[in-house]
């Protein structure tokens, strides 16, 4: 922790100014403030949901879009993602009390023969941080495990990963038997990965292809939004 950082006295900060150096310090990763910051706003009776969506969501919305521009790179992302984690812990508990909702819910993992989890931990994290509820089903998953999962868990998207140009093709697999099953409308089918590109999403069946976190995240959330919309129409 640097010395200009040490000498910031969070509860000195008006409300406003608190939200803003929790933004400040979300971009650079530190999760001692994020958290203190979290809890000073909840002292200061500031709703979990409240606090959730102005200082965390949007502190990472603002480190999406320089992840998205370039500006910032994984591992700087990857240390925002869990400082924003300090604060969730704080906020999970509470928020389950208020019964606040998730945006949605997704069901993540990286595909049977795929041990690569840096691009699907980064999604997990952003996902959860614009405000989803995130099941992690970790790496090398076989049809069986995805489909359980969804048995279980019944989110709104399924998302799928791979690195590897030998493991991609297994997402087919995974769309083909829910198609066979009968349920591949009742979920949004995300796919990712460095070797993949929107073509591939499409010859898949998947519903978009996400070529990055912060994609990803504008595109469940507008797919969701459609989804619900159609539902109500």
Same mark, same amino acid.
């Given at each position: 922790?640097?010395?200009?950082?040490?000498? $910031?006295?969070?509860?000195?900060?008006?409300?406003?100014?608190?939200?803003?150096?929790?933004?400040?310090?979300?971009?650079?990763?530190?999760?001692?403030?994020?958290?203190?910051?979290?809890?000073?706003?909840?002292?200061?009776?500031?709703?979990? *949901?409240?606090?959730?969506?102005?200082?965390?969501?949007?502190?990472?919305?603002?480190? +999406?879009?320089?992840?998205?521009?370039?500006?910032?790179?994984?591992? %700087?992302?990857?240390?925002?993602?869990?400082?924003?984690?300090?604060?969730?812990?704080?906020?999970?508990?509470?928020?389950?009390?208020?019964?606040?909702?998730?945006?949605g819910k997704?069901?993540?993992?990286?595909?049977?023969?795929? $041990?690569?989890?840096?691009?699907?931990?980064?999604?997990?994290?952003?996902? %959860?941080?614009?405000?989803?509820?995130?099941?992690?089903?970790? $790496?090398?998953?076989?049809?069986?495990?995805?489909?359980?999962?969804? %048995?279980?868990?019944?989110?709104?998207?399924?998302?799928?990963?791979a690195l590897?140009?030998?493991?991609?093709?297994?997402?087919?697999?995974?769309?083909?038997?829910?198609?066979?099953?009968?349920?591949?409308?009742?979920?949004?089918?995300?796919?990712? +990965?460095?070797?993949?590109?929107?073509?591939?999403?499409?010859?898949?069946?998947?519903?978009?292809?996400?070529?990055?976190?912060?994609?990803?995240? *504008?595109?469940?959330?507008?797919?969701?939004?459609?989804?619900?919309?159609?539902?109500?129409?």
């Amino acid at each position: 922790m640097s010395d200009d950082y040490e000498e $910031i006295d969070l509860r000195a900060l008006d409300d406003d100014e608190l939200v803003e150096q929790m933004h400040d310090d979300l971009y650079n990763g530190l999760k001692e403030e994020v958290e203190q910051g979290t809890r000073i706003l909840l002292e200061r009776k500031w709703g979990a *949901d409240t606090v959730l969506d102005r200082a965390l969501v949007g502190g990472m919305q603002i480190v +999406g879009v320089d992840f998205r521009d370039g500006i910032l790179f994984v591992p %700087e992302v990857l240390q925002a993602a869990n400082a924003m984690k300090g604060g969730m812990e704080i906020l999970r508990p509470l928020l389950a009390q208020t019964g606040a909702e998730p945006i949605g819910k997704i069901v993540i993992g990286t595909v049977k023969g795929d $041990i690569h989890d840096i691009g699907k931990n980064l999604v997990s994290m952003m996902m %959860e941080g614009a405000g989803f509820e995130v099941i992690d089903i970790g $790496i090398n998953n076989p049809v069986e495990k995805y489909l359980q999962a969804l %048995e279980t868990h019944h989110p709104d998207i399924l998302g799928m990963s791979a690195l590897l140009t030998t493991t991609m093709p297994y997402m087919k697999v995974v769309i083909d038997t829910m198609k066979e099953k009968g349920i591949r409308n009742d979920y949004i089918v995300l796919v990712g +990965g460095a070797p993949l590109n929107e073509e591939f999403g499409k010859a898949v069946g998947a519903d978009a292809y996400c070529r990055d976190a912060a994609v990803a995240v *504008d595109t469940a959330k507008a797919l969701i939004r459609a989804r619900r919309l159609a539902r109500v129409a």
